[in-house]
């Protein structure tokens, strides 16, 4: 087990490097200087500067000398500076923003704990929703109320987020008046107590989430509800019924086991989607999360804030294929994860 | 009972294969060959599919939504610059060419500068038709003040937003928004002019809430422009409104002669026709150095001067442009004409003696009674041409001719819209028909590039195996390592900062969803070829020596298509919805190109949500039904193909 995931893990280093390089020289294309700007506005506030001498000293300061490899050894932190310094990821150091004038791990603090909150909440709900009526459509395969489900489902997961963001806001925000429309916080609420800001902020979040959750019923529930059936069809489950055991433990204990090994899979791999999914739901809802920073960062050309970002996607989706593969060893006795 | 009832129908239905039998004769006689007949598993699975009710539904629907969206484009011509402010944030409306029965007999005038006209018959009563309201501060126009009654009403005018109207006994009335000094008081300060300014220096009295002037003969003009009103009386021409939107009317305004025959209003710039038949716009410099297109001479430079030569007896505006009648019957277009407005139609006889301008199309009428159309011809406006008149009108698209009596005795033009109109007075129906086929196209070009990379990289790496497997895999495994949409909205900006041209940018934006999307599908094709090729025929063909590429794309490949095809259909929806989800964002294809992902942007703030339910309502309607008909074809598919799943059902 150890050896496997040290095996991964190594694998997952070579992934990330050739994928950040990837992106680096991509996003290198675009025509942003960072040290002509800096040492525009240096000769601005003083005339006497030379241009030219300032620029090479703002392109030795950023890193920004040098062949595009050099720089991208730089900005990863395994290259030094011109003075002999690392100063780069590895050390922690994700640039600036040159939006914010601000590091960039500042910056992304608070739109981080955002994010993760109303992933995590939707999860919950998507999950305590879609399993039990899965499971609920599996066994009563066939049923009126299953073609019901299997009927709105399709319609659930063939429609984009935006979508259905836009309807439940007409429906819940403009007609029915019970959410707001978008925001995380009433102005003003500055001075309310702790407790009070919290429930403010669960109220603003509130739509984007249900949202979310509507957006995740239609895959996930099909996606259980195949498991499911899967699983009681196996040999199994007829050995069980004709041992006499209740329905009820056959569902849940003979069934239940065999249906989860996919459905771990795709939980955790949908976890982790969201966490680029949820840039649809802050953008929309104007939610303060890591999703509407990376678009209002690209639309203002903030380099260093997209790339840190792009890197954090390309992580969460690596850890997650590890996370998936070692998970299926713990629910399936069966898969053996050493090889 | 139940038992009972079977056995009655199952002797019924003995009885009746008897009586048919007697009558009719047998049932074609089988043979043997045809009852050990064989269906191909191909065959099996499509009379499979065309069981299913719900699937064959949907086929036909996703069916004729391709041909509605490929042929439709034809059918409904699109100016993809065309904006129109005038027409903005209409909803779905089909009233617009509905003139009223009580006005039909006996018109004396008709007018209108948007989406609603004002029609005064000859026994002094307004009717208005169109689309009367504002959808946004929900002012109805069709609701007259109560000074206006059946009966009273001496000339109307209609603008953008707002009606002016003069009684019979003079009092002039206005109505509509008000906001940008349309009527009513105005601040002078915020750069309008107060109509009750102008009308007290004028010397009019007010006669309770409205200005009266004493003596009706003598008023000669009443012409609405976007938010402005100009009142022709006796040689004065008395102007109010929006001037901040008109660059010369405050000079206009100041300026009285006392000879100012007419008055033309553009969107943007005014000009006056004086009794001597010159023309002026007040500035010294309105004419200077600009060219006018004429009838007979083509491209004249400077136009003031050429006008100076000749004796000017109409003059009528569109939205952009104006246009000049000189008493020898030639026509001079002056100003922007993006529509067509300079391409003049010549009478086959006669010389034209009036022109009335819509908002980008022109009329002209003869002498000899014949009316003559040029300009946007959108929505069949300029389809009046060749028509007997004894008088023209317009509305903003429509184009109306009356003869003798006064009857209206034709009309063309825009009737309404279906689904409305966007924020840009742009047709929402025609904007769906063009995105749904960029929409379409991106979705199809994503899905093929997806899969021929997919088809060849599982083939090769299922069928060999060893280091090619590995390396493949690899190389699987960092493309689906990339965070799609994030992704995808980098490379989109990226390319959007070279200056590459509209259709190549679609392009790559076709090819940026195909080459992160082929993973998925080229490990499910890995997998099945790994299975497929342990199999016999793939040993009998390797012992005949037939190649090693040929047995994987020839032999191997026929029998995993029908995975790929069912992946290929439920990817198809899923570029729909990536290609939409992206655009509405605004890192696909660019405005003023329609999606229909796109046709949301900006749709999701609540005065939009709230107001204007055309906008976020159609675009969406249509989306979903394409993506839940593939869904269901490709479910179904998989259904029919896998002989597992469909006995068991």
Known sequence: ?339 | MAKNQNDKKGILSTLGRWFRRMFFGASKELDVLEVEKLESPSKLAIKAFFRRKLAVAALIVLLSLFLFVFIGPYFFPMHLTYTDNLQANIAPNFSMLSVPSGLKGNIRDINGCSNFTVGVSNDNTLYMWGYTKDALTKLDYSKFPDIIEEGNVLMASAGFDHIIAITTDGHIVGWGNKNNGQYGAANEADGYISMDRVLSEAGFEKDGDYYKIPDTSKIEQLVCGYQATALVIDGHAYMWGNARNYDNMKTLAEKQSGDIAKVAMTNYRIVVMKDDGSVSGGKANFFFKQSAISSTQGKVESVGDYLKKSNVVDVTATKDSMAFLTDEGEVLIFGTSSYGEDKIVLPEEGKYIKLVGGSQHILGLTDTGKVYAWGYNSDGQTKISGKDADDIFTGSKQSYAVNEDDELTAKAGLRGYLFGTDNKGRDTFTRIVHGGKMTMTIGAVAVIVSSIIAIIIGCLSGYFGGWVDMLLMRITEIFSAIPFLPFAMMLSFIIRNYSIDENTRIFIIMVILGLLSWTGLARMIRAQVLAEREKEFVIAAKAMGVKESRIAFKHILPNIISVILVSMTLDFAGCLLTESSLSYLGFGVQLPQPTWGNMLNGANNSIVIQNYWWQWLFPPIFLSIATISINIIGDTLRDVLDPKSSQEK
């Open chain 1, 1 to 339: 087990m150890g050896k496997y995931v040290i095996k991964r893990i190594l694998y997952i280093v070579v992934v990330f490097l050739i994928l950040s390089l990837l992106i680096y020289l991509i996003y290198n294309m675009l025509p942003v200087d960072k040290a002509a700007a800096a040492a525009k506005s240096e000769i601005e506030g003083n005339k006497l500067l030379d241009f030219n001498d300032r620029y090479e000293y703002w392109k030795a300061k950023y890193g920004l000398d040098g062949n595009i490899l050099e720089r991208y050894g730089r900005w990863l932190g395994i290259y030094p500076y011109s003075d002999g310094s690392f100063n780069g990821i590895l050390q922690g150091n994700l640039g600036t923003s040159s939006f914010y004038g601000k590091p960039v791990a500042e910056v992304l603090a608070e739109p981080m704990k955002n994010t993760i909150f109303i992933n995590i909440f939707a999860t919950i709900l998507a999950l305590g929703i879609t399993l039990p009526l899965g499971i609920f459509c599996a066994v009563r395969r066939g049923s009126k109320r299953d073609v019901g489900v299997q009927v709105g489902t399709i319609v659930g997961y063939s429609l984009p987020t935006f979508i259905i963001a836009i309807v439940f806001i007409w429906l819940f925000a403009v007609v029915l008046g019970w959410f707001p429309v978008s925001g995380m916080q009433t102005a003003g609420s500055i001075g309310w107590s702790s407790w009070a800001r919290f429930w403010d902020r669960m109220y603003h979040f509130a739509l984007p989430l249900i949202v979310m959750t509507f957006c995740s019923l239609g895959g996930m529930t099909r996606y259980v509800r195949a498991s499911m059936i899967e699983a009681l069809s196996m040999d199994c489950i007829r050995t069980a019924r004709a041992k006499g055991l209740k329905e009820k433990a056959v569902i849940y204990s003979h069934a239940w086991r065999n249906a989860l090994i996919p459905i771990v899979t795709l939980v955790i791999g949908w976890f982790l989607g969201i966490f680029s999914g949820s840039l649809m739901i802050e953008n929309i809802f104007a939610l303060n999360g890591i999703g509407r920073v990376y678009f209002d960062s690209l639309t203002r050309s903030d380099n260093e804030v997209v790339l840190a970002l792009q890197m954090f996607y390309i992580i969460i989706s690596l850890f997650g294929n590890l996370i998936t593969d070692i998970a299926y060893g713990f629910v399936d006795p069966r898969v053996r994860v050493n090889k």
